[in-house]
Nanobody, 128 residues
């Protein structure tokens, strides 16, 4: 199975930047699409962005488009989420997850139920 380890969260002032990392280990054949989700207390888990293996395709939520950039390094099995111009409503626990499906797929991989493996989450807090 695939295991994912996240890092890079923290406390930042509004307008600042953070870069999250997701190290994938184990059966990397399951790392065909890497997704990022976030969840605030008492809220549903929300799609943020995703990237296909080889970075041939990316997807973004309208909530972060133009501010966040997803990337990956297949050689090191690492995914990244660069977050710029952060806002207080970006505050949440951020999770990376692996979708075993291969691109092309029908539509954006925004459904959390399609992902088989999840990281432990990393807290991002944006102050006013």
């Amino acid at each position: 199975q695939v295991q994912l380890v996240e890092s890079g969260g923290g406390l930042v002032q509004a307008g600042g930047s953070l870069r999250l990392s997701c190290q994938v280990e184990g059966r990397t054949a399951g790392f065909n699409i890497l997704g990022w989700f976030r969840q605030a207390p008492g809220q549903e888990r929300e799609f943020v962005a995703a990237i296909s293996r080889g970075a041939v395709k990316t997807w973004y939520s309208d909530l972060v488009k133009g501010r966040f950039t997803i990337s990956s390094d297949d050689a090191s099995s690492t995914g990244y989420l660069q977050m710029n111009n952060l806002r207080p409503d970006d505050t949440a626990v951020y999770y990376c997850a692996a979708d075993p499906r291969s691109y092309p797929i029908n539509g954006a991989p925004s459904d959390a139920t399609e992902y088989d493996d999840w990281g432990q989450g990393t807290q991002v807090t944006v102050s006013s």
